[in-house]
């Protein structure tokens, strides 16, 4: 089945660190969130946070925002569809790391964000940063068909993703 979590209004935490170091060791041990459909969660009005790590989904993700602050951080995840993450109007923080997909879609309305992917893949990014005075970092990543960014009020451009080619050794 799929996964539906709705915090309503209020500060609320969302955590899903399943990993942990056992004492003794430096590696952390893995317990992967598996989810056969899609995933959604609707962050209501207030300060939210969202710390999903480790997961693998049979669909799409789609992360949603009314209001206020949220904190936003998708680690290690694997997803056979699109992820879609739409915050409100605080001064909001995306960060997606090690995360796999068909499609990214982000949008952070109003607010001054910060939005950072790092070492991700998918076939296709869409970001639409909001009217204030944005950041986003991008580094690592492949996007396999185009990369559109847009800054805000002076509207984006749509990059056509070339390819690499590193010399052999």
Known sequence: GGLLIGTGAGDDAVLFVNEFT???????????????NQVSVHLGDGDDELDLRNLFAGGMIRVFDVSGIADISLHNAKITGKVDIDTGSGADEVSLKFVQGTQLTISTHAGADNVQLENCRFQSIDVKLGEEL???AIQRSISRQYCYIDGGADGGTRHPVRPVRHPRR
């Open 22 to 36: 056992p004492a003794g060791e430096s590696l952390a041990k893995l317990f992967p969130t598996r989810v056969r």
């Open 134 to 136: 944005d950041t986003l």
